[in-house]
């Protein structure tokens, strides 16, 4: 089954404890990026990548980090979390070739930062 | 200025009507596209429809179609035969370009959509 997986899908931290949310699919995407989703905001994106090796800021990157050192993972680092980046946190893919870009999303990690 | 409005905030449909959520979008771009996507109370986002901009003719998926009026660049959701289930969050999304750098998809805040039995 195509689909984009997360882990965790809810996590409780302090401020300053460093987490990563993992980020996997299995469509052979080129393309994967991380969105937030905040009450009265709807999503926004905080970063892409187009491959491998190959990362970028989106519209709201300050106080994450990511890697894609696979083609499948594309991880989102948070070195030392904050409250404000309490939130609800999607991973993406699609591939260029499809012409839509349909974008496949993960179910959701819920992140609660005290 | 927001590239994507849903003036919406919620709406209420008496379940086997129609309903048609609003979304109007702002680009300079000629080459993009437009989603829609649900999300019900579990939390995960459900690709509906999408229309590209130089598509001829309105999309339509099973009970989901969309109203593009491209002048009036709105892309409106129509469901048809509201169902129980149908009651989420809708958010209208738009990617700007044909690929190259970033495919960012710009959403709306949504609309809540609730069916009444």
């Known amino acids: 089954e195509a689909q984009v997986t997360q882990n965790p899908r809810y996590l409780i931290t302090v401020t300053g404890k460093k987490l990563t949310v993992t980020c996997s699919q299995n469509?052979?995407?080129?393309?994967m990026s991380w969105y937030r989703q905040d009450p009265g905001l709807g999503l926004r994106q905080i970063y892409y990548s187009m491959n491998v090796e190959v990362t970028d800021k989106g519209d709201v990157p300050e106080g994450y980090k990511v890697s894609r050192k696979e083609k499948r993972n594309f991880p989102l680092i948070l070195e030392s979390p904050s409250p404000n980046q309490t939130s609800l946190y999607f991973c993406?893919?699609?591939?260029?070739?499809?012409?839509?870009?349909?974008?496949?999303f993960g179910p959701g990690t819920r992140l609660t930062v005290t | 200025a927001q590239k994507i409005t849903q003036t919406q905030p919620g709406m209420f449909v008496q379940e086997k009507e129609a309903v048609t959520l609003d979304c109007t979008y702002d680009?300079?771009?000629?080459?993009?596209?437009l989603f829609w996507y649900k999300q019900p109370s579990s939390g995960e986002m459900i690709f509906l429809i999408y229309?590209?901009?130089?598509?001829?003719q309105n999309a339509t998926e099973g009970r989901y179609s969309l109203n593009f009026q491209k002048a009036r660049k709105s892309a409106n959701l129509v469901i048809s035969a509201s169902q129980l289930g149908d009651s989420a969050m809708y958010f209208c999304a738009m990617r700007e370009g044909s690929g190259g750098s970033n495919y960012k998809l710009t959403f709306g805040k949504g609309t809540l959509l609730t069916v009444n039995p």
């Open positions: 469509m052979n995407h080129e393309y």
């Open positions: 229309q590209g901009s130089y598509d001829q």
């Open positions: 993406a893919s699609t591939s260029p070739t499809s012409g839509v870009y349909e974008q496949y």
């Open positions: 680009t300079s771009d000629p080459s993009y596209g």
